[in-house]
């Protein structure tokens, strides 16, 4: 345990020394807390003649639910951001992991690493902590001061309701948390071909495109948002994480590093 | 101490590459306290073998013990009782000197981090640099901090990759005398390393190797055995005669004649070189120096190589 600790100690003291990491970490969540506020300011009067965007579908829900114009397009276009807080999970482990992973390897400072008693198991774990942390606290920050901002620009209570149901929860709590392990994973395995760490970066935020399309899906009405939706991606996500994992920690073997990895 | 038996090491060259064989049959005996030079030429396998004595990788056959653990089965104890100077420092640059001793010395369950983490600083002398990022450093400043980080656990077996490769004469001297330093600690030293004449003032013991052993033995005995003990006797002047004159003696193994020093190969100088100089002075000669002809590490590096070259 204590060698898990002094790993992550260590990634986070070389990590946020690093202006990249840094930058992703910080504004990534912010753009993301920040934009649906703006949205939702935005939005606060809308006349229910000018709702013609909104696909039919989630306009025939505004009209069981009785919302006005300004409810219905508050609960329709910040809804749709629920996917982009979960990009958050995605980018943040990314870029840490590819920066602590590849950037090791360009330094040469892995090998001494590896020849350490420390285990294979504790450094995958120091390394994938270091970089699962940052990304779940700056998710769940993110999301608790969109919560609190949201509060002063809603028009109604039902609106806010939105926010504050299961299918947010289920996201922000089951499905962020396991998309950070797909992060990580995928960032090991990149990092295994890669040696340079922007290149690692920019080769593992492809892993953020099924979720985009997701994105576009829901503001086109044809993928609903759901608790079953997110339960569905929680799935998938958990299935693509036993497989990478298997496949990290394969590839994270002090033999195949020192020998295989390019 | 360190002990393998036809330790060997194959890479899979995959679908497309035949197999390489980086190590073969590797028999060493390396006692604690010994200083070991491990000389070869480069790709000639000495990286393999380090790691592999350092349990970072595995080797395809034989087997391998270093401070009496082995190879394969207690690599986790190997580790921790090892220390290791790779070829690169490979420092993390945008922490500070002191910042990464601490972290090795956690890693490596030291007690008594902030002491150790001091004590090498000021040995290796980058005490007052403490608080600077490794990246600032000077290449002979990354690899005196490289050094303190592979004995900050105080290891009984060390193993170094060209400790003074890169730096100035200065810093040199300071590592080696450093080196020398740990020898008498009765620390055992596995030194790789291109520079013979560092090899031959500091190794108790040295192994010449291009993928197999080609010999082992302590520089001194490895220098009689291919050259023998040879005598210089410097003339006022010589004849070609002077040949023949010489090689009438039963003790003379050789003979040579460059300019006007005469060199002679012979088994016991202590008792020959009073003779020789006699009848060269009977025979009239003036016999200006006598003195045994050093030959350096790197005649039989070179000598040793050239054979396997040869074969």
């Not at chain 1, 396991?178 to 080769?203: H, Y």
């Not at chain 2, 005996?29 to 970072?56: H, S, W, Y």
């Not at chain 2, 410097?234 to 004159?245: E, G, M, V």
């Not at chain 2, 025979?283 to 396997?308: C, K, P, T």
Request: proline letters at 4%; aromatic letters at 8%; a neutral charge.
């Amino acid at each position: 345990m204590e060698r898990i600790k002094t790993l992550i100690d260590k990634e986070w003291a070389e990590a946020f020394k690093n202006k990249m990491v840094l930058g992703t970490v910080v504004f990534m969540p912010l753009i993301f807390m920040v934009i649906p506020l703006f949205q939702l300011a935005l939005m606060r009067n809308i006349p229910a003649s000018e709702l013609n965007d909104i696909p039919s579908t989630i306009l025939a829900g505004c009209q069981v639910q009785n919302f006005t114009g300004s409810e219905c397009m508050q609960g329709f276009l910040v809804n749709q951001f629920l996917l982009l807080f979960l990009l958050i999970p995605l980018a943040v482990p990314v870029t840490i992991a590819s920066y602590s992973i590849v950037g090791e390897k360009s330094t040469r400072s892995l090998e001494p690493l590896l020849a350490t008693p420390t285990s294979t198991a504790e450094i995958i774990l120091g390394k994938a902590l270091a970089s699962v942390i940052p990304a779940i606290g700056a998710t769940l920050v993110a999301f608790v001061i969109f919560l609190v901002g949201a509060r002063f620009f809603v028009v109604s209570d039902r609106v806010y309701a939105l926010f504050m149901n299961p299918t947010w929860y289920v996201a922000m709590l089951v499905v962020a948390p396991l998309m950070t392990v797909l992060s990580v994973n995928i960032a090991i395995i990149i990092s295994s071909r890669v040696s340079d760490p922007r290149a690692a970066e920019q080769l593992g935020m492809l892993v953020m495109l099924p979720l985009m399309l997701m994105f576009f899906g829901a503001i086109l009405g044809v993928i609903p948002l759901n608790v079953t939706t997110m339960l569905l991606l929680a799935v998938v996500t958990l299935a693509l994480d036993a497989g990478l994992v298997v496949l990290g920690v394969k590839l994270f073997q002090r033999e195949t590093i020192l020998t295989r990895w390019k | 101490m360190i002990r393998t038996e036809g330790l060997s090491k194959t890479f899979d060259g995959g679908k497309k590459q035949p197999a390489i064989q980086a190590v073969k049959g590797l028999d060493l005996d390396i006692q604690q306290g010994e200083v070991f030079g491990f000389l070869g030429p480069n790709g000639a396998g000495k990286t393999t073998t380090v790691r592999m004595l350092c349990a970072l990788i595995g080797p395809t056959a034989g087997r391998a013990w270093v401070n009496s653990y082995e190879v394969g089965q207690q690599n986790q104890q190997i580790r921790a009782s090892v220390g290791i100077l790779t070829e690169q420092p490979g420092m993390y640059d945008r922490l500070s000197a002191e910042k990464n001793l601490t972290i090795y010395a956690k890693l490596y369950g030291v007690k008594d981090v902030l002491g150790q983490v001091e004590k090498y600083l000021r040995m290796l002398g980058l005490w007052e640099r403490r608080k600077d990022p490794a990246g600032s450093f000077s290449k002979g400043m990354k690899q005196k901090l490289a050094i303190a980080r592979a004995i900050l656990h105080e290891p009984a077996t060390l193993f170094l990759d060209e400790p003074t490769a890169g730096l100035d004469p200065e810093a040199a001297k300071l590592v080696r005398d450093f080196i020398e330093d740990l020898e008498t600690e009765g620390r055992t030293i596995f030194l790789c390393t291109h520079n013979l004449d560092e090899a031959d003032r500091l190794c108790s013991k040295i192994g010449i190797f291009r993928q197999h052993l080609i010999k082992v033995d302590t520089p001194s005995r490895m220098k009689t055995a291919i050259f023998g003990r040879q005598v210089e006797f410097r003339l006022k002047q010589t004849d070609a005669s002077l040949l023949d004159f010489v090689k009438r003696f039963d003790f003379v193994k050789q003979a040579a004649l460059e300019d006007n020093r005469l060199i002679l190969g012979l088994d016991d100088p202590e008792e020959s070189n009073p003779l020789v100089v006699k009848a060269l002075v009977q025979a009239g000669l003036a016999v200006q120096f006598v003195s045994e002809v050093r030959h350096s590490l790197e005649d039989v590096y070179l000598s040793l190589i050239s054979d396997e070259n040869d074969r």
